[in-house]
């Protein structure tokens, strides 16, 4: 290799750098930004857990109007193993493979439409 190949070689491998540095970076700024909001991660699902517990109690009575429509028990052991998960996740574990399909789970049963969360984390980052 002479000595236009190594600086072209250098520059592409510059350019290739910086432009994943800036998806790191962007990644980076949305994750602290996520960070701040964690802190009440726990708490947010256990109001949830309790919300949906009422919401199945009301609409049993004839008294619901609106919300989530066909929440059952069963989504809500879903959202107490999900809150399991994510305080072992929070302590210092491994993230489990079962959060993520779990929130998808619940933020449609929920109410959320599933084409407001990024596409699936089948692809290994790069």
């Not at 998808?104 to 084409?115: C, D, E, P, Y």
């Not at 990024?118 to 290994?124: F, K, L, V």
């Amino acid at each position: 290799m002479d000595k236009e190949d190594a600086a072209r070689l250098e520059s592409m491998e510059i350019a290739a750098a910086l432009f994943n540095g800036i998806g790191y970076l962007q990644m980076l700024v949305w994750r602290c930004f996520a960070a701040r909001h964690e802190a009440n991660m726990i708490d947010g699902l256990v109001r949830l857990e309790s919300a949906l517990l009422k919401t199945i109690e009301m609409r049993a009575l004839g008294s619901m109007q609106g919300g989530p429509q066909h929440v059952t028990h069963e989504d809500v052991e879903r959202l107490q193993r999900l809150t399991v998960l994510v305080s072992q996740w929070r302590a210092g574990e491994e993230l489990s493979p079962e959060i993520e399909p779990l929130a998808r789970q619940l933020f449609v049963i929920v109410g959320g439409n599933a084409s407001d969360l990024p596409a699936g984390s089948d692809a290994d980052p790069p």
